[in-house]
T-cell receptor
Framework: QKEVEQNSGPLSVPEGAIASLNCTYS??????FFWYRQYSGKSPELIMS????GDKEDGRFTAQLNKASQYVSLLIRDSQPSDSATYLC????????????FGSGTRLQVQP | NAGVMQNPRHLVRRRGQEARLRCSPM?????VYWYRQLPEEGLKFMVY????????ESGMPKERFSAEFPKEGPSILRIQQVVRGDSAAYFC????????????FGSGTQLSVL
């Protein structure tokens, strides 16, 4: 079992729809969770962080965390073609270690 | 306020040569991380350094790879005797070293081994 698992996609949604990206993790002791966006050929860019169960909203983005089920998700409302990218889920397994463990990413395609 | 600076952006080496990748963290950041990314794959952690110290190198291959972050100057990831399998994008990230675990990434170095 991978430490951080994501469906590779592509996930295709029409413009204006809600895109839902999911991620599961194996280490129940994980503390911090992040979503990064990576455009093709570019570096990852942090878009959301979440540390406690529930929802966290930032503009069109909502991160959801359920530690009991060991999953974290990212919702993108009113999807735009410019949201087309690979979304990487990252988990900090150990606050002492600090280095993030990344999933392999989900490719999102927003169709105009 | 410059971000994380990596150079070179592209590096071509022949098998058996050495590759040296450089990373200057964001101003005020004292923690540096190196990750490797193969096509269509996620980022694989390699090493985590603070100034003059290697904190975690659990992701580094045991041979040919080394990293440093000297008191002055950039962090260096060094790959000796490169092989074709070393071809990948190498990303450096930095963080401020407080409770903030958020990483900020550089533009990466694309290493191609011929």
């Amino acid at each position: 079992q991978k430490e951080v698992e994501q469906n590779s996609g592509p996930l295709s949604v029409p413009e204006g729809a809600i895109a839902s990206l999911n991620c599961t993790y194996s280490d129940r002791g994980s503390q911090s969770f992040f979503w990064y966006r990576q455009y093709s050929g570019k570096s990852p860019e942090l878009i959301m962080s979440i540390y406690s169960n529930g929802d966290k909203e930032d503009g069109r983005f909502t991160a959801q965390l359920n530690k009991a089920s060991q999953y974290v998700s990212l919702l993108i409302r009113d999807s735009q073609p410019s949201d087309s990218a690979t979304y990487l889920c990252a988990v900090n397994k150990d606050t002492g270690r600090r280095a993030l463990t990344f999933g392999s990413g989900t490719r999102l395609q927003v169709q105009p | 306020n410059a971000g994380v600076m990596q150079n070179p952006r592209h590096l071509v080496r022949r098998r058996g040569q050495e590759a040296r990748l450089r990373c200057s963290p964001m101003k005020g950041h004292s923690h540096v991380y190196w990750y490797r990314q193969l096509p269509e794959e996620g980022l694989k952690f390699m090493v985590y350094l603070q100034k003059e110290n290697i904190i975690d190198e659990s992701g580094m291959p045991k041979e040919r790879f080394s990293a440093e972050f000297p008191k002055e100057g950039p962090s260096i990831l060094r790959i000796q005797q490169v092989v074709r399998g070393d071809s990948a994008a190498y990303f450096c990230a930095s963080s401020p070293g407080t409770d903030n675990e958020k990483l900020f990434f550089g533009s990466g170095t694309q290493l191609s081994v011929l």
